[in-house]
């Protein structure tokens, strides 16, 4: 196909790495994609991706008000909105310099009357964006179905109530897979955003689970049969919308996962702000997943914690980027995963130049983290701190019950010749402290 010419973003500069000492908006302070940080260029280190549906096609709407984005191509609709998107995905993503994308189907592509007229419309345009990926260095990090938006999956799709829903979004999950492979996608994402209940009263728990348990191997099989091979992620959320989510969080998925004999096929995909709402800190899910060896990708984003729902907001907390890279870093990195922003910008921020302004804010706050939390590991300053508390299972009785070799007659025998049981103050002041030290000479790391 002939690319087009149009430019979306004409004022807006390619993105470039400028130093902290820069005042141009348009310039990375902290992000430089060639500079090397833990044996690695931070570009391979951080993963970033840019997130098609908040980026391009949603326009700012909340609960109590229309949108308010302003978008070159919101005087198109249908088909020609989708293709403008697609023209207008690929020059943001090369002028941020973001080495992937995500996306839901419908975020691409319009729904159409039927479900083959919607694969139609997603035909057309996975074709457009394959072409286009040809002549640019960005990848698809993953892509995932929508089975949430529509009221055909009211009571869920993997878990509904009604069989044809079900059929109906495995038709979407068998599409999905396809597109994936097509366009070379690292990772398939299932987010269960109506996988859950509203109810235990009309609801038959078991066969839900049961039932969302066989999607998923059915899912397993078929990229099998195609010869797709993606990392699968689940992306744990605890509500909104759902009353109760079946996917509340990392442990209650994981618990889930081996149940049903899935452990081995599957990583998460672990969302900030999701943390949030199931009442857990960003790095405690990364942490959980990490020492499960599940820990696949990350939405990287941040909810405001005087609002009980998912604002989805770009990720500028310096302390939360840096304790989520401590997590990525001792994990090895992320594989196949990235670091996706799957982050909005404010509903008062709806110029097209504010997409590039959020991006770069939260591409320089995950570069901080990185900095800071290699230097950290470098240093040994957890695990010196952790070390030292935990000392006393490192010889004598502790040592035998981590290696399993005492019961409880030696332990109570041990018990009653103790005397007065001396602890360690934690120190948790002094080390938050000393965190702050970090982050302050971040310019000199």
């Given at each position: 196909m002939t690319k087009t010419t149009t430019t979306y973003f004409k004022d807006v500069p390619t993105i470039q790495y400028e130093g902290a000492a820069s005042t141009n908006p348009y310039a990375f302070k902290y992000y430089n994609p060639d500079e090397v940080v833990g044996g690695k260029t931070m570009a391979e280190q951080l993963r970033f991706s840019v997130a098609y549906w908040h980026t391009l096609t949603q326009d700012g709407a909340d609960p109590f008000g229309a949108g308010t984005a302003k978008r070159p191509w919101d005087h198109l609709s249908g088909m020609d909105q989708a293709k403008a998107r697609?023209?207008?995905?690929?020059?943001?993503?090369?002028?941020?310099?973001?080495?992937?994308?995500?996306?839901?189907?419908?975020?691409?592509?319009?729904?159409?009357?039927?479900?083959?007229?919607?694969?139609?419309?997603?035909?057309?345009?996975?074709?457009?964006?394959?072409?286009?990926?040809?002549?640019?260095?960005?990848?698809?990090?993953?892509?995932?179905?929508?089975?949430?938006?529509?009221?055909?999956?009211?009571?869920?799709?993997?878990t509904s109530s009604n069989a044809n829903v079900y059929a109906y979004a495995a038709a979407k999950v068998k599409k999905g897979l396809e597109v994936g492979k097509e366009l070379g996608a690292e990772n398939y994402v299932f987010w269960g955003g109506r996988e859950g209940y509203e109810s235990l009263l009309n609801t038959d728990l078991k066969l839900e689970l049961d039932n969302l348990a066989r999607f998923y191997h059915m899912a397993i099989a078929y990229s099998k049969e195609i010869n797709f091979n993606?990392?699968?992620?689940?992306?744990?959320?605890?509500?909104?919308?759902?009353?109760?989510?079946?996917?509340?969080?990392?442990?209650?998925?994981?618990?889930?996962?081996?149940?049903?004999?899935?452990?081995?096929?599957?990583?998460?995909?672990?969302?900030?702000?999701?943390?949030?709402?199931?009442?857990?800190?960003?790095?405690?899910?990364?942490?959980?997943?990490?020492?499960?060896?599940?820990?696949?990708?990350?939405?990287?984003n941040q909810g405001d914690p005087l609002l009980g729902w998912d604002t989805d907001e770009f990720p500028t907390d310096l302390y939360s980027a840096t304790l989520a890279m401590y997590e990525i870093l001792k994990n090895g990195g992320l594989g196949k995963g990235g670091l996706n922003f799957d982050a909005k910008?404010?509903?008062?921020?709806?110029?097209?130049?504010?997409?590039?302004?959020?991006?770069?804010?939260?591409?320089?706050?995950?570069?901080?983290?990185?900095?800071?939390?290699?230097?950290?590991?470098?240093?040994?300053?957890?695990?010196?701190?952790?070390?030292?508390?935990?000392?006393?299972?490192?010889e004598g009785i502790g040592k035998k019950i981590v290696e399993g070799k005492t019961d409880?007659?030696?332990?109570?025998?041990?018990?009653?010749?103790?005397?007065?049981i001396d602890h360690a103050s934690g120190q948790v002041e002094k080390i938050k402290a000393q965190l702050n030290n970090y982050l302050l000479r971040v310019n000199q790391l």
């Open positions: 697609v023209e207008a995905a690929f020059e943001f993503i090369d002028k941020v310099q973001a080495p992937f994308f995500c996306f839901h189907d419908i975020d691409i592509a319009p729904e159409g009357s039927t479900l083959a007229e919607t694969n139609k419309n997603l035909d057309v345009i996975v074709a457009m964006i394959k072409d286009y990926m040809q002549t640019s260095n960005v990848k698809l990090l993953w892509n995932t179905a929508n089975m949430f938006t529509h009221p055909r999956f009211v009571s869920g799709a993997g993606p990392q699968f992620l689940i992306e744990p959320k605890p509500k909104e919308p759902s009353t109760h989510q079946y996917d509340f969080d990392v442990a209650t998925a994981t618990a889930f996962l081996h149940q049903y004999d899935l452990q081995d096929h599957f990583k998460f995909n672990i969302e900030a702000n999701h943390a949030t709402l199931a009442g857990h800190t960003f790095e405690h899910e990364l942490r959980t997943a990490r020492i499960q060896g599940m820990l696949g990708s990350v939405d990287a910008v404010r509903r008062g921020s709806f110029d097209p130049e504010d997409l590039f302004h959020s991006h770069i804010a939260g591409m320089d706050s995950f570069a901080i983290g990185l900095k800071v939390a290699n230097k950290m590991i470098e240093d040994n300053f957890f695990e010196s701190i952790v070390g030292k508390r935990y000392e006393t299972f490192q409880f007659h030696e332990l109570e025998k041990h018990a009653l010749g103790l005397g007065e």
